[in-house]
C-alpha cells in the first residue's frame, strides 16, 4: 500500500485558526469560559485535510520555545513581534489533547523549530518513496517542496488551501524551491525580523538569481557589476546576506527522536473525541462524529396514526407537542406533506392530513384548555387554516424563543436551529430530504416518520432550557406579550390578504411597455447604434469607448455601469438619464407590475405575503413572497402600484395610519435630551427645529429647504452613527463642514452624545445591546481589534436601540389595534405593516370610526417621555390613501 504521509505546521495553523475565527471569540468559548476558536479551527483543518489526503501516516510538529539555534546566531531573530494573545495561549495544551484524541503524533524538539522537524521528516519520507502533504500557515516551507512532498499553504481560514508543488513555485516566481532560501538571503525577512541587503526587494532578488542562480553566485560575480548603489549594498552587506541564507534555511537533518516507523495513523478514539467535543462544546463536530462512526441512530418509538387509533389521542393530556410538515418555504401555497403529534414521548405520525380535519385532531388543535408547544407558529396556523382547522392556545414556539435568545443565529430549519442549542438528536431537513432538485419526502415511511417524531422530540427537550435562558435574561414578557401575540396577529393578516386589480396592473405594464420601447429608440439615436442596454459589457463599451465619456470605476470584467457611477455622470451626457429611467421602470415593471400578476392568488384575486419574524437582528418586520414593503414610492411610476391595491368589498375604503419621525422621537426619549424633548413636546418641525440650532438660524421661516434637508440628514445620519465622510458624500459637503455639523449636533443636543457614549461602552462590557422591550442583539466585533469590524458594531450598538425600539413600539400597537378592531365589532380589517405605516380596509361608514380609533390606540401604544404623533389618510386605494 503507498505511504502518504501528512505533516502539519502546529503553530502555524493554530494560529492561523485563532485569527480566522477572531471576530468569533466571545462566542466560541466553553462552560468553562475557556476560548476555543483556535481549537474549533484546528479540528476544521484536520476535518478537511484528513479527507483531502487519506493519510496513512501523520505528525503534528510544534515549536519548543523562543530560543532556537537562530536565536544564538541572531538573538533579534522573530524580535519585535506582538505579545502573544493569552486567548491563544490558553488554547495550545488543549490542541494537543485534540491531537492525542484523534490519535495523531505530535512532537517538539528544544533549541529547533517545527519547520525544522518537518523539514527533516519530509526528506526521510522522501528518500523511502512516500508522498507527503505538508499543511502550513507560514510560505518559508515552500522551499520544501519536491517531486514527492507539497506544500498546502492556508489561504483562507485554515480550510481553503494553495497547494506548492516544485512547477507552482516556478510558475508562481520563477524560481526553484531551493532558490527561495537564497531570496531570502538577499531580501531578508520582516515577519522573522532579519535583515537581507539594504534596498534589495523580492524583484531585485528574483532578477539576480535568474542571473547568477544563487546567493554564492551573486557574490562570484559581484566584483564584475557594473557600478551602482545595488552593488555597493550587495558588498556592504555580505555577512547579513549569508547569515539571512543560513537563517532561512530549514534543517533537513535536525537531531528528531521520531522517525517514519512511529507515525502511522490508524483513526481517531471515537470515545475519547467524542468526550473532548462534548468539553469544547462543538455539538456539530459531535453530530458529525456521530454520523462518521457508523453508529446507528438511536431509535426513536413513534406510532403511525390512522383512522383506527384516533381515539388513543385523547390520553395524551394537556400539553401537547405539533408539527406540520410543509416541505416548500411558502406555506401559503405549499403542499402537506405529514405531521406529528404528541406529548411526553409518546408520538403519532402520518402523511395522511386528512386525518388532521377528523374531531378527535382538530377538537385538540383548537382547543382553549390544551396548550401546543410547536415550531413556528404562524406557518402553522396558517398552513392549518388552509385546511379548516384554527390553532389555539400555542404555549411555546421554538423557532421565536430561539431568535429572542440570539437574533445572530437563528435557522428556520428545525434540526440545525436545535444543533445550536446543544440538542444532536436531530438531523436536518438537508440530511433528510435532500437540497435543490434533489429535494423530496422520503417514500420510505420508516425515514419519513422517525424524522417527524424526532422533531417532535427536539420540541419538547428544548423548551424548558431555552424558556430558563428566556427568563434569565428577562426577555419572558417580550415573548408572551409581545412576539407571541404578533405571530397571531400576523397569521391572521397574512390569510386575509390584500385584493390586486389584476386589470389595472396589466393595463400600468403595457403602458411601461410603451415607455420603455420610446426611451430605448431615444438610447439607440444618443448612441448612434444599436445595443443590449441590459448588457453592461454593451453598454460600457458605448459609453466609455465610443461616447468617450469619463472612466469613474472599473470591475474585473471591464467598465463598471452602477447605479452609482451613472447618477456621477448623467450631467455629462443625456444618454445617461434615460439609461438610469429605462432600468427604472424596467425593474417596477418586471418585479412589481409582472410579479405581482404571479402573486396574485386565482382563488380570492388577493396576495398573501409572508411575514418573516425571526430575519432582521432589530426585531423589524420583513416582507416576502411578494415583497409589499419595498414598492418604491419616491418615484411616480412605483407609487402607481399602489392603485391596483383596492378593498375586498365594494362601499370599502383603504385607510393608512403612519407614525410620524418614530425613529427621532425614540431617540429622544431614550437620551432624554432636554432639547429634542422640548421641540417635539412643543410640536415643533424636528428638522427645522435641529437645523435652526446647528445652522445658528434666529426663526423656522428663514430654514430653507435644501438647510432642512441637511438637517434631516444630519438628524437621521446620527441615529445611524454616521461619520463625517459619509454625512459628507449624503449631502454633497466637505468632510470638514460635515464634521462641523455633527459637532454641533451634539453641543446643541448633549444628552445624545451622553447616550451615544454610554451605549458604546455598555456593549463593550457586556457584549450586547437592548431596545425598550429587552429584545437583544449581540455584537460579537465590538472587542475586534479590526477598526472596520469594531467600528460596524459600534455603530450597530448606536443604532440597535433606537430602530429596534420603534420595531417594539409598532408591534405592540397592532396587538392593541387588533384587540380594539374585535372589542369594537368592526368589520376593518388591518391588512398590511409597511415600515411605520399600517393599512387596512374598512366599509365607508367605518372610516370616521378609524380616524379616531387608530391614531388613538397608535398614540398610546408605549408612554414616551415625547408624544408618538399618527398621521391618517383613505381612499378608494392604497395610492389614494396616501
Known sequence: MAKKLLLIDGNSVAF?????????????????????????????????????????????????????????????????????????????????????????QHYEL???????????????????????????????????????????????????????????????????PAQIIDMKGLTGDTSDNYPGVTKVGEKTALKLLKEYGSIEGVYENVDAMKKSKMKDHLIEDHDLATRAKVLATIKRDAPITVGLADLAYDGPDIDQLAEFYSAMDFQSFLKKLHVQSDEPEKPIDFTTLTSANLGELAQLGDQIDFYLEMPTPNYHTSAFAGFAIGANGKWYVSRDVELLMK??????????????DVFDMKRTMVGLHRLGIELKTVDFDLLLVSYLLDTNDNSNDLGNLAEQHGYTDLPSDEVVYGKGVKRAIPEDDQVFFSHLARKLAAIAALKPELLKKLTANEQAPLYDDIEKPMAIVLAQMEMAGITVDSGTLKAMGSQFKERLSEIEQTIYQEAGEEFNINSPK??????????????????KTGYSTAVDVLEKLAPEAPIVANILEYRQISKINSTYVEGL????????????????????????????????????????????????????????????????????????????????????????????????????ISSPEKVTPNIRRQAKAVNFGIVYGISDYGLSQNIGITRKQAKQFIDSYFREYPGVKAYMDQVVKTAHDQ???????????????????????????????MNTPIQGSAADIIKIAMIKMQDRLKAEGLKATMLLQVHDELIFEAP????????????????????????????SHFGDTWYDAK
Open 16 to 104: 492561523r485558526a485563532f485569527f480566522a475565527l477572531h471576530n468569533q471569540l466571545e462566542r466560541f468559548t466553553n462552560a468553562d469560559g475557556l476560548h476555543t476558536n483556535a481549537i474549533y479551527g484546528f479540528n476544521t483543518m484536520l476535518d478537511h485535510m484528513i479527507k483531502a489526503v487519506e493519510p496513512t501516516d501523520m505528525l503534528v510538529a510544534f515549536d519548543a520555545g523562543k530560543t532556537t539555534f537562530r536565536t544564538k546566531m541572531f538573538d533579534n531573530y522573530k524580535g519585535g513581534r506582538a505579545k502573544t494573545p493569552g486567548e491563544f495561549s490558553e488554547q495550545m495544551p488543549y490542541i494537543k489533547q485534540l491531537l492525542d484524541a484523534y490519535g495523531i
Open 110 to 176: 528544544k533549541n529547533f523549530e517545527a519547520d525544522d522537524i518537518i523539514g527533516t521528516l519530509s526528506k526521510q519520507a522522501d528518500d523511502a518513496g512516500y508522498t507527503t502533504t505538508v499543511v502550513t500557515g507560514d510560505r518559508d516551507l515552500t522551499q520544501l517542496t519536491t517531486d514527492h512532498t507539497t506544500i498546502a499553504v492556508t489561504v483562507k481560514g485554515v480550510s481553503e488551501v494553495e497547494r506548492y508543488t516544485p512547477e507552482h513555485v516556478q510558475e508562481k516566481l520563477g524560481i526553484t
Open 359 to 372: 374531531p378527535e385532531v382538530s377538537g385538540l388543535l383548537s382547543s382553549t384548555t390544551v396548550k401546543k
Open 538 to 555: 454593451q453598454l460600457g463599451h458605448i459609453l466609455f469607448e465610443e461616447m468617450k465619456l469619463p472612466v469613474i470605476k472599473k470591475t
Open 597 to 696: 400578476l404571479e402573486a396574485i392568488h386565482s382563488s380570492d384575486q388577493k396576495v398573501h405575503t409572508r411575514y418573516l419574524q425571526t430575519l432582521t437582528q432589530t426585531g423589524r418586520l420583513s416582507s416576502v413572497d411578494p415583497n409589499l414593503q419595498n414598492i418604491p414610492v419616491r418615484l411616480e411610476e412605483g407609487r402607481k402600484i399602489r392603485q391596483a391595491f383596492v378593498p375586498s368589498h365594494a362601499g370599502w375604503q383603504i385607510f393608512s395610519s403612519d407614525y410620524s419621525q418614530i425613529e427621532l422621537r425614540v431617540l429622544a426619549h431614550i437620551t432624554g435630551d432636554e432639547n429634542m424633548q422640548e421641540a417635539f413636546k412643543e410640536g415643533d418641525d424636528i428638522h427645522a427645529a435641529t437645523a435652526m440650532r446647528i445652522f445658528n
Open 767 to 797: 457584549g450586547y445591546v437592548e431596545t425598550i422591550a429587552h429584545r437583544r442583539r449581540y455584537l460579537p466585533d465590538i472587542n475586534s481589534k479590526s477598526f472596520n469590524q469594531r467600528s460596524f458594531a459600534e455603530r450597530t450598538a
Open 844 to 871: 365607508n361608514e367605518e372610516i370616521p370610526v378609524l380616524e379616531k380609533l387608530v391614531p388613538s390606540v397608535m398614540d398610546s401604544a408605549v408612554k414616551l417621555d415625547v408624544p408618538l404623533k399618527v398621521e
